[in-house]
C-alpha cells in the first residue's frame, strides 16, 4: 500500500467524519503514507471541502493529495484561485500538499451524483429507487435540485434505454413533454444497471490556472476500458483515452499554457516522487527504462465526447 484514498463525494464515504478520517490517516502517516482525497463537494462547497482534506492532514501529521482539483458549476468559476491560495498558506504552515487534474472542462460520474440532493444519494439502484418511492421524499428531493443548465448534462452509460446515450437531460425531458427534474426523477425511480453521466461544468480558464501551478500533476481519473468497444451501452469520457496526449497536443503545442518539460515533469517525475518511487519518472542510470517516445509537433488527442475511443496521435 502507498497510501488511504477517500471518496468522500460517494457512499460510503460520504458517511466518514473529520475525527474517522483523521484517526485512520495517523496510521497511514506512522507507515510513510499519504492521504488522498476525492474531495466531499467541488462545487458550491469546494472550499469548505478543501478545508476539510487540510484539516485531516494536519490533524495526521500526514502529506495530502487533492483529486483533480475543479470548480463545477459556473457561479464557482475561479474559486480555484482561492483554493490553490489556501493550499500555498496550508503548506507555509509545513503541510505538504500536491494536487493532480485531467484537461477537461466537463466530468463524468453517476447521474445521481450529479443532480440529487447529498442525502438521497444511495449504494445502489434499488436503494435509490425505493428511497424516491418512499411517500414525500419525491417532492422534498425535487425541491433540493440544485438548478442546473440541464442542456450541459449528457447521458453516457445507460443500459435500458440506450439510445438516451449522448443526448442532453433538457432535450431528453423536451421529448417527453416533462421538466428535466421530473424526467430525471422517474429514470432513477425504478431499479436497473448503472446510470452515469457527463457534466460540462467547468470553466477552460480554471483547467489553465490550475495547470500552471507547480504542484500540479497529471491525472486521467479514468477507468481501464476497452477501446474496441463501439456501440456499447456506455460512452466513457474521452479523458479514457486521450488526458495526456491533450495536454501536450492542445495545452503545450496549441495553446502554450505551459511548457513541453514541464509537462513531462508533470507526468513523470513528479508523481513518481509523490509515490515515493525514486528508480521511476526520470532518465537515468538505474532507474527503471520506462520511455515513450512521441512527435511534439503531432502528438494529441483526437478523443471526444461524441467519439471517445480514439488512440492519441503522434505516439507510435
Known sequence: AIGLSSGLEYIPGAYASIDELSAIAKVVAAAGGFYATHL???GDHLEAAVEEAISVASNAGIALQL????AELRRNWTVVRRTLARVTEAQASGIDIHIDQYPYTAYQTSLQTIVLPRWAN???SEALAELINTPGNRERIHAEMSHHDW???KIATCATHPDYIGMSLETLAANTGQHPQDFVLDLLATPG?????????MSDEDVEYVLQDPRVMIGSDSVATDITHHGSSEQPHPRTFGTFARILGHYVREKK?????EAIRKMTSLPASRLGWHNRGRIGAGFKADIVLLDPETVGSPATFEQPRQRATGIS
Open 40 to 42: 466531499r463537494d467541488e
Open 67 to 70: 483529486r483533480h482539483h475543479k
Open 122 to 124: 444511495a449504494a445502489d
Open 151 to 153: 442542456s450541459r448534462i
Open 193 to 201: 444497471p448503472w446510470i452515469s453521466a457527463v457534466h460540462h461544468a
Open 257 to 261: 499554457v505551459i511548457g513541453l518539460e
